[in-house]
């Protein structure tokens, strides 16, 4: 199955690596790529399995992306990395991360939280269902049976290997939040500081889908970010 992915810049300094949320693809990190390749960094922003031009998948389950950013941290990315994910991407970022499988210099989360709320979760995906039934124009390039949960389902049904990656990172971590979200409150973040106790967390005016709706500031909070590396 082939994966679809842009890069860009350089590699002396490193690589960002960008890991969409469920239902978008890679284009809605391009704003951001072009700030962060302006400091010198490489960026690498992959369509995951079942979205954009990557290939649609027989299964969709958690070590399946899991091992699909592993081959492309392998075949595209220079260290050190840094990696940044938004929803499922975040959720992927903290795995390969935190369990080692692709070791990071730095990682940032958007809008998700350590210890989810089961119901919550679910909800942003039947959202994403709905969406696509009505012919939501930028859920074209997803696969439907993706959507139907089996990544969701397979994440709620193993919390304690989310919450034991986050808390064997040792590395910068910083979180934003989306101001008009509920999936990161204040009982979310005092979780993820017990988990992350070096959590930067931010907030910006944004739902949960962060880059898609605030790609100037993601842009200048990561830039800020990886300057502190």
Known sequence: MALAADVQGPSG??????????????????????????????????????????????????????????????????????????????????????????????????????????????????????????????LAQVDPVMLQGAFVEDVLADLDRWRGAARRLRVPVMLIAGQRSAVVGARELAAMKEDLPQLEAISVPAGHLVARDCPRDVAAHLTRFLAKL
């Open 13 to 138: 300094v490193g690589t960002v690596l960008f890991l969409h949320a469920g239902g978008e693809n890679r284009l809605v990190w391009q704003p951001i790529a072009d700030a962060v390749c302006s400091q010198g960094w490489r960026t690498v922003a992959v369509d995951l399995r079942g979205h954009g031009d990557s290939g649609r998948a027989p299964t969709y389950r958690l070590d399946d992306f899991v091992a699909d950013v592993v081959k492309v941290r392998d075949e595209l990315c220079a260290q050190p990395l840094v990696i940044v994910g938004g929803s499922m991407g975040a959720v992927l970022g903290l795995i390969v991360a935190g369990e080692g499988h692709a070791p990071a210099a730095g990682l940032v989360l958007l809008d998700t939280p350590t210890r989810p709320q089961p119901a919550i979760a679910r909800g942003e995906r039947n959202k994403l269902v709905a969406a696509q039934s009505r012919g939501a124009a930028a």
